[in-house]
């Protein structure tokens, strides 16, 4: 599921709403500060967010498209809630603009800066089957070599 891209919602109907709320309540759970659908075993175009934690910031992006990348490029250490232990250090432009549905099925469209905006590349790379272990450098292959080869056990991945 997390190799597979995933399909557009094609209705923000009660179904969508609940599975919205879930992977909210899922991802202060890990605690995490973005899930995607894909994480959860669903091939929808579908994630949640909140940069601080405070349920006040929880946002839902439903059908998102990215647009306008603003520099620099920046690299900083991500992990991922699918990857247990791994960090990698992922270069990613320091601000993006997104347009998506809310949980309510009204669009909308958001520009941010620092962790937001690396948080909605991150989980925009999930819908798209894209993981930050493609994105290491040699350096962090070798340091990770172990957790990545027990994760291959673990759940059968490939490559
Ligand atoms: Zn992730």
Request: aromatic share 6%; glycine share 8%.
């Amino acid at each position: 599921m997390l190799r597979r891209q995933a399909l557009g919602v094609p209705q923000v109907d009660a179904e969508v709403r609940q599975v919205a709320t879930d992977m909210l309540r899922l991802m202060h759970e890990a605690p995490g500060v973005g899930l995607a659908a894909p994480q959860i075993g669903l091939p929808w175009r579908l994630f949640v967010a909140n940069p601080t934690g405070d349920p006040a910031d929880d946002r839902v992006y439903i059908n998102p498209v990215l647009s306008k990348p603003v520099g620099p490029q920046q690299p900083y250490e991500e992990g991922c809630l699918s990857l247990p232990d791994i960090r990698v250090e992922v270069i990613r432009p320091f601000g993006i603009t997104i347009n998506a549905l809310d949980i309510n099925g009204q669009p909308f469209e958001a520009a941010a800066d620092g962790l937001l905006a690396r948080i909605w590349q991150h989980e925009f790379d999930h819908l798209n089957g894209r993981l930050i272990i493609d994105k290491m450098s040699r350096l962090d292959r070798v340091m990770n070599t172990k957790k990545i080869k027990g994760l291959e056990l673990d759940y059968g991945m490939q490559g």
